[in-house]
């Protein structure tokens, strides 16, 4: 059935990859403070996800938010990504919450667990041969502040939870790149994620029913050390595509 679902940050590339796969699945309501370059589905709202009024009236009648809006950068200074990814995040949660959403689906990232990635478990980490595996009951481990940040995201969302009973499902995305894994980058090649699959999986976040979870974002690569196990078990979650099919 078709549900009505805010799409924040929907200019920027995850919002494309979604929309390129779901155009049609869904009634959305898409936020970003940049406005449209391209034709989209459904109404777009240009707004900073900071400014509370406009976010809870773009939550007025919506069923699932897909929460993507901040600063990607692995580099962002501290005070962007305090403004943008946990100032911007808890608004987004707070007006969910006041307009009756049911699941909000929130985009953390790889670097939240960045620094398991130690001296000794690379690079044999992102090679087929090592089995370690990140499963999402791990302790976060941020690699640097945009990580923290998205530490900090995926903590709202447990407070939004168990105080309310909001669903929250947090995607630790990997990497996302259109066509192909990224070439000559080992690490990206072992949490490539394909628009595809990434249209897929933020389809199952609509669909699926849970309470609080975190599931790694990535397609089924040979090279992964992030576990599928809990995407596949609580979404449904059915990759297609996987980086070792393409050549490096
Ligand atoms: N692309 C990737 O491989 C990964 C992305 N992510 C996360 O997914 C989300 C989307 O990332 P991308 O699409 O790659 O980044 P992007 O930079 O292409 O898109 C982000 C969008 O959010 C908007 N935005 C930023 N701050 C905003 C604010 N305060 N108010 C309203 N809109 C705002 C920007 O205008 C932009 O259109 C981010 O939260 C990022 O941290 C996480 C892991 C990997
Ligand atoms: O969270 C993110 O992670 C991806 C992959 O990280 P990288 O350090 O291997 O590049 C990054 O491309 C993306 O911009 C970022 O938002």
Redesign the pocket.
Known sequence: MAQSVLL????????EAILEGLADEHEWRL????PPTEDHPGEFVV????EDETVREAMDGIDVVLH?????RKTAPWESVL???ID?TQTVFEAAIDAGVEKVAF?????AVGHYETDERTPDLYRTHDDYLLDGTELPRPGNL?GVS?VAGESLGRYYHDEYGLSVVNVR????TEGHPPIDYERGQAMW?SYRDCAHLFDRCIRADYDYEIVYGISDNDRKYYSLERAKDVLGYEPRDNSARHDD
């Open positions: 924040t940050g929907a200019a920027g590339r995850v919002g936020l970003d403070r940049d707004a900073d996800i900071t993507l809006a901040g600063d990607p403004t943008n990814n911007g985009a953390s990232s790889n670097h945009y998205k995305i990997g990497n996302l994620l």
